[in-house]
């Protein structure tokens, strides 16, 4: 196996431990001995865990603008993009459930670490939010779409943490509808007059 090769290996194995046991809980050891290789031959692609996280979270935002950027592709309507990102829940149901959404428990992690790190981590939801503030400025919110991004960005967050602590699979799917309804009621939403938008909430 090539160096590269290798340290992506590192990468991604790391990225599935830190997910499913933490990463405070992650020891090299434990990285090492889910890649194969000794420790000696560890500490020639990283010196310290936290360059490992580092590599992680980079990781993390490269895929998440890959996946952001095929959904842009896929069609032209910004209402059928923000149910992919909707759905989402849906396709990680089972890990979900099993371990939270992986970018809202880093973040919480690193938090309560008050890791130098969670800035960092935090700009993953960053993407998702700018993301959805365009698809939402698409759909005629205008200066309503950040408001609205953060909106459901925090709605699905909530979902992932109650689908951790019940494990309930209809829970979310049910979610998952309404939140579908919503979005098909926007237009209404957009055309309510200041004081309605200041005395309504989206859900």
Not at 92 to 112: D, H, S
């Amino acid at each position: 196996m090539t160096m590269h090769a290798t340290r992506d290996l590192i990468v991604d194995k790391a990225d599935a431990l830190f997910y499913e046991g933490g990463f405070e809980a992650t020891s090299f050891a434990d990285i090492a001995a889910a890649v194969g290789i000794s420790r000696g031959n560890f500490y020639h692609h990283f010196k310290t865990k936290d360059d490992i996280l580092s590599a992680v979270i980079a990781r993390r935002m490269a895929r998440t603008r890959a996946m952001l950027d095929d959904w842009q592709a896929a069609g032209d309507d910004p209402r059928e993009r923000i149910i992919s990102f909707i759905r989402i829940l849906i396709a990680n149901r089972t890990q979900i459930m099993a371990y939270g959404c992986p970018v809202g428990t880093l973040c919480c992690e690193l938090a309560k670490l008050d890791h130098a790190a969670q800035d960092r981590a935090a700009e993953i939801f960053g993407l998702f939010r700018e993301w959805l503030t365009e698809q939402f400025r698409a759909l005629g919110a205008d200066d309503r779409s950040a408001v609205l991004a953060l909106q459901l960005l925090a709605r699905s967050q909530g979902v992932a943490v109650m689908a951790t602590a019940f494990r309930d699979e209809a829970f979310i799917r049910s979610e998952v509808a309404e939140m579908e309804r919503w979005l098909a009621a926007q237009p209404d939403l957009f055309h309510q007059t200041d004081k309605e938008h200041r005395c309504s909430s989206p859900f």
